[in-house]
Structures are given as C-alpha cells and as structure tokens.
C-alpha cells in the first residue's frame, strides 16, 4: 500500500509562488506515475501534471508556462512549482499515484492541499 502526504499549499498573492510536495511512502515499485491534479469549487477534478516512471512529464496546457513538476527519487517526492500564479489557480490540489495492479491500473489520491491566490 503507498501513502500519499501532500504538503506546501497556502494563501499567496497573485503573481506569486508556490511548491507543493508530495511525499510517497510503502510499495511505490509499482507505481507508473506521479503527478498533481486540481478541484475548484463547483468544477471537476483537472490534470496540472504528472511524471512517468520514465521521467517523461505532461502538463494541462493552460499550465504548462507556469508550472513544472519534479521529482527526487531519494525521497520518493514529487513537486510542483508553481509561478505567476492567478486567482483563477484557486484550488485544491491532490496528489496522485498511478499504481500498476495485477488486474490493471489503478489511482491513489493524497488528502488534498488548499491553495487560494488573492487578487
């Protein structure tokens, strides 16, 4: 079983930054990839980024100049940096694994960090 801790979210104002961090802990051999998605209220759950097992990473376009997602293998930790942030990032952001079974793939999900960007 792998354990997901996400910290690093807040309150930052627009224009600023942010680095969240995503700590995995427990059977990651069989994790394909990393990555961090976003909720806003009322809206669905959206892919930021994620990195693969390859180191191979993919972005959501409207992010893709703003944000970059790293990893330390050592650590078992993911990042996302995040800068010029816009009021419009307001969100909470999950980190998550996706996990290779012996039926298929399957996800897990961090508890979520809250970031709020004020205008």
């Known amino acids: 079983q792998v354990q997901l801790v996400e910290s690093g979210g807040g309150l930052v104002q627009a224009g600023g930054s942010l680095r969240l961090s995503c700590a995995a802990s427990g059977s990651i051999f069989s994790m394909n990839a990393m990555g961090w998605y976003r909720q806003a209220p009322g809206k669905q759950r959206e892919l930021v980024a994620r990195i693969f097992r390859s180191g191979f990473t993919n972005y959501a376009d409207s992010m893709k100049a703003r944000f970059t997602i790293s990893r330390d293998n050592a650590k078992n930790t993911v990042y996302l940096q995040m800068n010029s942030l816009k009021p419009e990032d307001t969100a909470v952001y999950y980190c998550?694994?996706?996990?290779?079974?012996?039926?298929?793939?399957?996800?897990?999900w961090g508890q979520g960090t809250q970031v709020t960007v004020s205008s």
């Open positions: 998550n694994a996706n996990m290779q079974g012996g039926l298929g793939t399957y996800d897990l």
